[in-house]
């Protein structure tokens, strides 16, 4: 029986919900920031999380117009707020221009890089949410291939994994 506080979303081209759902979650980030987010991909890019071409989110971010918007650019503001952010991945040239772009926004202080050459993990981590599986954050991850993902918002779920991260790459807990 699978509980309520998590849900397993296998995906394909017939049942594409991964951009759903990460647009519910960056939008809830945006409303009520967490402390701390962990993204862990091996590849990352800066690809689009809120559809705003209705100007949906006009009013989180009146200046960011009717286009779809990125993920560095939605990161940049949760940071702002007050979040620490941790973005784990290979040190390869294709993240090179994603984390260029972040760091290029300003997140200097609330910034945390870990580089790992042989980093296979995927997931996104937030204080009240756990979204892991197979998926890379790139546009072939999220709208082509097959993925199967696991989200949990049970807190204990949620606390374990946040206590691995930080023992893993040394980070403070918040």
């Known amino acids: 029986m699978i509980s309520r506080e998590a849900r397993h979303l296998p995906t394909s081209a017939r049942a594409r919900n991964i951009p759903a759902l990460l647009q519910a979650i960056f939008a ?6 967490s402390r701390c987010i962990w993204l862990v991909s091996p590849w990352v890019s800066d690809i ?16 960011w117009g009717t286009a779809p918007i990125r993920l560095s650019v ?14 784990a ?8 221009a994603f984390l260029e772009r972040m760091l290029q926004r300003g997140g200097h ?11 296979h993990e995927k997931g996104i981590l937030g204080d009240g949410y756990y979204l892991s599986g197979s998926m890379n954050f790139t546009q072939n991850g999220i709208t082509l291939n097959e ?28």
């Open 89 to 96: 991945t290979r040190p390869d040239s294709g993240n090179k």
């Open 28 to 33: 809830s980030e945006l409303l009520s920031p």
């Open 48 to 63: 689009a999380v809120l559809e705003n071409r209705a100007y949906s989110f006009f009013t989180l971010a009146p200046e």
């Open 147 to 174: 993925e199967f993902l696991h989200f949990f918002t049970a807190p204990d779920v949620v606390a374990e994994k946040r206590v691995l991260l930080a023992e893993r790459w040394g980070a403070e807990l918040p």
């Open 74 to 87: 939605v990161l940049a503001r949760i940071m702002e707020s007050g979040t620490t952010l941790h973005v």
């Open 109 to 119: 202080r609330r910034l945390k890089i870990h580089q790992v050459r042989d980093l």
